[in-house]
């Protein structure tokens, strides 16, 4: 594994993201959106307001936190295989050494940082806005550990999956467009999950937290494993799968690397 | 080649399958270390499926080959791309990156010593100094497929395939591709050119071969117009010969036939050898000899006249 090239990678497309507008649009916008939204539920929350209107304020808080690591990479990690194959960029990439789980990796760093970073600095304004200006029964709630840790936790778990999957459809899709609905719809069941944790269907505890944190990340560990598997230099280039050898047992029958 | 020298491509048997389609059919040919070797065929004929293959970009369905020395395996993939490079038919820029950003990246890709002085050198050789730090977004096609070919040289490759490197280019810029090329093979870099552009083949390649789904015939140029045309002899006189018959009956001239009032066209074994002669009989004749020469043929009529001749191929 050459962490030169992996770096090579992520500054590129780094430098890519920086000068397209959209990705930097939405990348702009959404995470506004996300910040506004929950400060106005939990600002009209009152001291007297019921235990159960107070979670079902904070759950959507929460759930808004969790949403941005899914909804956030696919926009990114959807594009980095089918787009770099609509502009004709992919083949000159595919002829040099670089080994197809670095070039991943790669890209998957690539998204996995600003999105990351982005949902990390949204729910520090966040904290810090509820710290400062609202009711104290909000502020018990939200500053509660194990919810603390959870949401710590699952978003850079929560992104890589999402990234994985955006990989994952952008690898197979025709079309970018139809790579980034398709991986952002196939990323919404993780919600699903989230909203258990976030409306506290089920209540997190440090060691529930950390159980579902492992499992979470052997799930991104297996995700990427298939990834890897699913990017087929033969498939990528030419639309057809690599063919089997028909003709001579002598014959070459994979020639990627 | 000497002996001792191992080729840059030894490619035996090659075939590659597309389901029911056949796009590549038992090809075999060598490539010695420095040579410019082009690749000719109509669309469709499998040259780039033939370049995808020995860069282990797709899969050979039957067949082997060495390039740069090593086997075409799974196992040789990293290896095999480390020692070669390709210029695609389309630049594959990215748009929105500078000149220098799109060759830093292959540099960090091949993981290149002193990446910035090996950027600068590329630069000078495609004469792109100046543009280094614009945006491929601004760059004329030509200007594009010259920072490909910089792209193509920036590891320093033992062998290049250019596919289609002069596609859709303008005459001024085709000649600036062809001049690079040149530089390239000064370099001792060996050259996989295809094309269908002939007098492209014609003027940089010291040997082509000719695909049409198979490969119909390999060699220098000019032995594949000998091994293909008879020679012929184009006699123009000021008047019709009276009697040609007894006139072309000299030593080296097989047959003759007339091509218009004056204008005889002579097959011979050998043009030296018949062309005094045929001048020696004219004058006896007392014919008025405005020109006589041995007709020319170019690669263009050796490859319409197997391309044309080809019924199995693709196109």
């Given amino acids: 594994m050459s962490r030169r090239r992996i770096a090579a990678v992520v500054r590129k497309e780094v430098r890519e993201f920086r000068r397209n507008r959209f990705v930097v649009g939405t990348m702009g916008v959404l995470p506004l959106v996300f910040l506004v939204s929950p400060l106005v539920t939990i600002f009209r929350v009152p001291d007297s307001a019921s235990g159960t209107q107070v979670k079902a304020a904070v759950g959507v808080i929460s759930l808004l936190m969790l949403i941005i690591p899914v909804v956030l990479p696919p926009v990114i990690a959807a594009y980095s295989v089918v787009g770099e194959r609509d502009q004709g960029t992919l083949e000159p990439v595919l002829t040099t050494p670089v080994p197809a789980g670095e070039l991943l990796l790669g890209k998957a760093a690539a998204a996995f940082l600003p999105s990351v970073g982005l949902a990390y600095v949204i729910y520090a304004v966040v904290l810090v806005a509820i710290r400062v200006g609202a009711a104290r029964v909000v502020r018990a709630v939200v500053f509660h550990p194990p919810e603390l840790l959870a949401q710590l936790l699952f978003?850079?778990?929560?992104?890589?999956?999402?990234?994985?999957?955006?990989?994952?459809?952008?690898?197979?899709?025709?079309?970018?467009?139809?790579?980034?609905?398709?991986?952002?719809?196939?990323?919404?069941?993780?919600?699903?999950?989230?909203?258990?944790?976030?409306?506290?269907?089920?209540?997190?505890?440090?060691p529930l937290t950390v159980g579902l944190a492992l499992a979470l990340l052997a799930v991104d560990v297996a995700a990427a494993r298939v990834v890897a598997r699913l990017f087929d230099r033969e498939r990528l280039i030419t639309g057809a799968r690599g063919a089997r050898p028909v003709r001579r047992a002598r014959s070459a029958t994979r020639a990627t690397g | 080649?000497?002996?001792?020298?191992?080729?840059?491509?030894?490619?035996?048997?090659?075939?590659?399958?597309?389901?029911?389609?056949?796009?590549?059919?038992?090809?075999?040919?060598?490539?010695?270390?420095?040579?410019?070797?082009?690749?000719?065929?109509?669309n469709g004929a499998g040259k780039t499926t033939t370049v995808r293959m020995l860069a282990t970009l797709i899969r050979p369905t039957a067949g082997t080959a060495r390039v740069a020395g090593l086997r075409l395996e799974p196992g040789n993939g990293v290896a095999i791309r480390r020692r070669i490079a390709v210029m695609t038919e389309s630049p594959g820029l990215y748009l929105r990156l500078t000149v220098a950003e799109n060759l830093a990246y292959f540099a960090g890709l091949y993981e290149l010593e002193r990446p910035r002085e090996r950027i600068e050198r590329v630069l000078a050789a495609v004469d792109l100094t100046s543009r280094a730090h614009d945006l491929c977004?601004?760059?004329?096609?030509?200007?594009?497929?010259?920072?490909?070919?910089?792209?193509?040289?920036?590891?320093?490759?033992?062998?290049?395939?250019?596919?289609?490197?002069?596609?859709?280019?303008?005459?001024?810029?085709?000649?600036?591709?062809?001049?690079?090329?040149?530089?390239?093979?000064?370099?001792?870099?060996?050259?996989?050119?295809?094309?269908?552009?002939?007098?492209?083949?014609?003027?940089?390649?010291?040997?082509?071969?000719?695909?049409?789904?198979?490969?119909?015939?390999?060699?220098?140029?000019?032995?594949?117009?000998?091994?293909?045309?008879?020679?012929?002899?184009?006699?123009?006189?000021?008047?019709?010969?009276?009697?040609?018959?007894?006139?072309?009956?000299?030593?080296?001239?097989?047959?003759?036939?007339?091509?218009?009032?004056?204008?005889?066209?002579?097959?011979?074994?050998?043009?030296?050898?018949?062309?005094?002669?045929?001048?020696?009989?004219?004058?006896?004749?007392?014919?008025?000899?405005?020109?006589?020469?041995?007709?020319?043929?170019?690669?263009?009529?050796?490859?319409?006249?197997?391309?044309?001749?080809?019924?199995?191929?693709?196109?």
């Avoid at chain 2, 043929?297 to 490859?303: C, F, I, M, Q």
């Fill in chain 1, 155 to 206: 978003v850079p778990l929560l992104a890589l999956w999402s990234i994985w999957l955006g990989i994952a459809v952008s690898t197979r899709a025709s079309d970018v467009r139809v790579a980034q609905q398709l991986a952002t719809l196939a990323g919404l069941p993780v919600l699903g999950f989230t909203s258990l944790i976030s409306f506290q269907v089920v209540t997190p505890s440090v």
């Fill in chain 2, 137 to 315: 977004l601004s760059l004329s096609k030509g200007l594009r497929q010259r920072v490909a070919l910089a792209r193509a040289m920036l590891s320093e490759p033992a062998i290049v395939f250019l596919d289609e490197p002069t596609a859709g280019l303008d005459p001024v810029a085709s000649r600036e591709v062809h001049g690079l090329i040149g530089g390239l093979r000064e370099r001792g870099v060996t050259v996989f050119l295809t094309t269908h552009r002939l007098e492209e083949a014609e003027r940089l390649c010291d040997r082509v071969a000719i695909l049409n789904t198979r490969l119909l015939t390999i060699g220098r140029p000019d032995e594949l117009r000998d091994r293909l045309f008879t020679k012929t002899l184009v006699v123009r006189i000021a008047a019709p010969l009276a009697e040609p018959e007894a006139v072309f009956a000299v030593p080296g001239v097989d047959r003759w036939r007339a091509d218009g009032p004056g204008r005889y066209l002579l097959t011979v074994a050998d043009a030296r050898v018949a062309a005094p002669a045929v001048t020696r009989a004219l004058v006896a004749a007392g014919a008025d000899v405005l020109s006589l020469a041995e007709a020319q043929h170019s690669l263009e009529d050796v490859y319409l006249e197997l391309v044309d001749g080809d019924g199995g191929g693709a196109r």
């Fill in chain 2, 1 to 42: 080649m000497s002996a001792r020298e191992e080729p840059a491509l030894v490619v035996d048997r090659l075939t590659k399958r597309f389901g029911d389609r056949l796009a590549v059919e038992d090809v075999s040919f060598g490539v010695a270390p420095g040579e410019v070797f082009g690749f000719l065929g109509p």
